[in-house]
């Protein structure tokens, strides 16, 4: 990973001192850093990919799990991002505060992103596709003994590591009968 390129992400828009950022901040640094770094590999792959023949995977939610962890490890990057962490006297575990996205909550969701990975291992061409709620799913609580749901606002921090693609957008207009 390219130590410079982080901390002009983080320079600018967050404390002066690294050591007292938060895990969003840090989080938000190292996936813009990431995602400027492969920027253009990831898009000639995506070109490449989509001009083959390939399957698709539909399901109402994906559990992936955090995403900055798979990333920094698929991208072969996991442990030269944890040194240049401990370099700058942070822990690469205090990432695990940020939240999940919440695009799954059960066994469904789990399914699909293991089937997806699988087909990732595999080098199989598959793409995946759900629905990308705007407060995610919901969060789930047990007060007297009764299940409340409450809005899960996931991206209130932004989410680095999701491009805003507006041509795939499908908008559904509900006429209330």
Not at 73 to 86: M, N, P, S, T, W
Not at 154 to 161: E, F, K, L, V
Request: net charge negative; glycine share 8%.
């Amino acid at each position: 990973m390219d130590k410079k390129l982080f901390m002009e992400n983080f320079t600018g828009r967050l404390p002066k001192d690294i050591k007292s950022a938060t895990p969003q901040q840090l989080h938000d640094a190292l996936g813009k850093t990431v995602m400027e770094m492969f920027a253009d590999r990831w898009d000639n792959a995506r070109q490449q990919h989509l001009s083959k023949r390939r399957a698709a995977y539909l399901s109402m939610e994906f559990l992936v799990g955090r995403a900055v962890y798979n990333n920094l490890l698929v991208l072969g990057i996991y442990d030269e991002v944890d040194e240049i962490f401990r370099e700058l006297g942070i822990d690469l575990a205090s990432l695990e505060d940020i939240e999940d996205a919440a695009l799954g909550n059960g066994g469904l969701g789990r399914l699909a992103a293991c089937f997806l990975d699988s087909a990732a291992t595999l080098a199989l061409p598959l793409d995946g596709y759900g629905i990308r709620y705007k407060y995610g799913l919901f969060k789930q609580s047990i007060e007297d003994g009764f299940q409340k749901e409450d809005i899960d606002d996931w991206t209130r921090y932004g989410d680095p590591w999701s491009v805003r693609c507006d041509e795939d957008t499908v908008l559904i207009e509900y006429s209330g009968q």
